[in-house]
């Protein structure tokens, strides 16, 4: 079985990886006027055989307006890295604090919440970089997890945030 969305040749195997949220259907509303971190956690399942144990999970916001128009979007690469057949990831996500983005509070062998990671948040001519302030006029945004084996294949989970007063 390969990775969703992922077709194999008859010389090359991928990866066999699944990606799914276990505290939310995809769906979140985050009132903006709280402004606290949002807790997800998320599941990946991976194969086992030749360049599948380990893999890469980056993260990805896309900021919209009421209208769905693109404010910004960006991606954080190797925010995560999966070392487990199964393995579970308790995350922090700050939608408007672009410093400290997302945070991994369960790492293994790493006591406590790790220091939140940066998002560059870059507008659409695909050169500006957009800060706070930009992003608080979002009404929705795309949080995208990717998980991409090392040895190829992906599986992709994502969850919309509707932002409320």
């Not at 079985?1 to 509303?29: E, H, I, K, P």
């Not at 487990?84 to 996500?93: D, E, G, K, M």
Request: positive net charge.
């Amino acid at each position: 079985m390969n990775a969703r969305g992922q077709t194999s040749s008859s010389d090359s195997q991928l990866c066999a990886v699944d990606v799914r949220w276990l505290n939310t259907t995809g769906s979140v509303n985050y009132a903006r006027s709280i402004d606290t971190a949002k807790e997800l956690s998320f599941i990946v399942h991976l194969s086992r055989g030749s360049g599948c144990s380990s893999a890469e999970v980056s993260i990805t916001a896309t900021y919209l307006t009421d209208a769905q128009d693109l404010i910004c979007s960006g991606t954080i690469r190797q925010a995560m890295n999966v070392s487990l057949p199964v393995q579970t990831f308790n995350i922090s996500i700050r939608p408007f604090t672009q410093l400290d983005f997302v945070r991994w509070r369960n790492q293994p062998g790493v006591p406590g919440e790790q220091q939140g990671k940066r998002l560059a948040c870059l507008g659409i001519d695909g050169t500006s970089n957009l800060g706070d302030a930009d992003r608080q006029k979002a009404g929705w945004m795309r949080l995208t997890i990717s998980v991409m084996p090392a040895g190829g294949g992906l599986s992709l989970t994502e969850a919309v945030f509707r932002f409320v007063p």
